[in-house]
């Protein structure tokens, strides 16, 4: 068996990946419009904490309330399954691939044997063999037996045996039918079907259409691509690509970031800006790596995806320069500034959990982002609101947008970590990122720092935070003696209050 997750999508998937993200745009842009005040939220679902029962497990009619209707999907899902994975009996079978994961897995079924589990319908287009089958997770439902006396309940799932579908269909093959379809989708089943009997009229058209779903030099690919390290198999996605792209990568080719799409006030400015300082230090160190692989290339252009203003544009991040003194010392600065903000946040609350005290620290660097760009920084209730859970029937969309930055900071130790995990052979000899990786040794998974408001609010009660008295550490009026450049900007903080 198998788990498998994209770890480096193709060239030509870039403008659908764009395209997605705009369109999850359009639909913020349009909840926003709908909901102006905020997204309101039933008493039964604030209230309810309940886990699902088996039953309800693949069940599609628990939707959510209408105000959350067209919301974009969790952009953390994937990682916080990663997480959950790690720490599981199926972790020695999952693995972030060096490239599309529905070509290793008809790979896997076709070599193997078995069914692909999966919610891609592009699947079935896959030669994954004459016994082997697709199985998608709309399909899947549990099933209680209540007369049964050995088990009480079974997984029922439709199966989609592809060679058994093509003999129905009386087609040589599901991926010459799929070729007509799509590229003539005016067509019916019928007149595809026609139409194989046909010499095809565009032969370079449908060479690179096979060529999406060929698994023939799988093994070619995935040596070429191979990231050599045992932390491959649970990489954030992004990250694999970064790294993915830096060794194969001339040194005059851009090295492509999709940050994932942020649910945020459209309205402000993205809340990927706050982790900008964190995301930067990945970046260098990605910059020194290069330098240490490819010293006669120049420095790899790294272009990072994500919204800017009601548009998700490129926007080009400039690594310091490992070669000179001035940028390796400032480098070397921000590591320990990272270290030293970090520490400091633990120490103050250590007697609370892991998850508040990198909550708590996410918190104060979305407010320290507000006052080194001069920018009004959210009030103490929006804080406590957003630290404790505790938002009420209405999610007010400085709410929203504050656990977005809070969610922007936290991924972007996440990413960290990995990447110090990944250059563990090189930190040696880099001053400052054995401390730095040592701080976030205990940094939790993410789907626990990530929490619902519904489990955050219990865990806040839990612990019976002081909340006062971190809002005042989260506003910065315990300023710590680090000697920042921003240091000077926190005489100018306003007394917010609302």
Sequence with gaps: SHIYFDGHLPLHKRPVRLGRLQSCLKDLINIQTKHPKGLALPNSHYVSSSPLASSQLFDSFHSPPS???????????????????????????????????????????????????????????????????????????????????????????????????????????????????????????????????????????????????????????????????????????????????????????????????LVDDPSRASAWYVSSFIRQIIYDSVAARAATIQASLPLPTIVEFSRRGLR????????????????????????????????????????ISTVFQYRIFALRESYRWYIINFKNPPCRNTIARTLTGHVGSLVRWEDIHLEAQTCSVLYALRMVKQFLGYITSEKSGREGIIELQDT????????????????????????????????????????????????????AIGKAAC
């Design 67 to 261: 105000s959350l209707h067209g919301l974009p999907a969790s952009p953390f899902l994937v990682p916080a399954v990663l997480d959950e994975l790690s720490q599981t009996k199926y972790a020695s079978i999952t693995e972030v691939v060096p490239g599309e994961a529905d070509t290793f897995c008809a790979k896997a079924a076709k070599d193997e044997g078995g069914m692909i589990l999966t919610s891609d319908s592009d699947m079935l287009v896959y030669d994954i063999g004459d016994k082997n089958a697709v199985v998608f997770f709309t399909g899947l439902e549990i099933y209680e037996d209540p007369d049964s006396t050995r088990v009480s309940s079974v997984l029922k799932a439709n199966v989609y045996p592809t060679a058994q579908i093509a003999k129905r269909l009386e087609v040589s093959s599901l991926l010459l039918l799929a070729y007509h379809c799509k590229s003539n989708p005016t067509l019916s089943l019928s007149q595809a079907r026609r139409r194989m009997h046909q010499p095809v009229q565009d032969v370079s058209l449908w060479q690179r259409f096979k060529e999406a779903y060929s698994i023939e030099d799988l093994d070619q690919i995935s040596s070429a691509r191979s990231i050599g390290i045992e932390q491959r198999s649970f990489l954030d996605p992004r990250l694999s690509e970064l790294i993915l792209q830096l060794s194969a990568a001339p040194g005059n080719e851009a090295i492509n970031i999709y940050l994932p799409f």
């Design 312 to 351: 998700t544009v490129p926007s080009i991040v400039s690594p310091l320069p490992s070669s000179d003194s001035i940028a390796e010392q400032e480098y070397i600065r921000n590591i320990h500034t990272l270290s030293f903000r970090l520490r400091d946040a633990k120490a103050r609350f250590r007697t």
């Design 440 to 491: 976030l040794e205990d940094l939790p998974p993410l789907s626990w720092l990530l929490p619902s408001s519904v489990e955050l609010r219990k865990f806040a009660d839990k612990e019976k935070i002081e909340v006062p008295q971190i809002v005042s550490y989260v506003m910065l009026f315990e300023e710590a003696e680090d000697h920042s450049e921003d240091s000077g900007n926190i005489e």
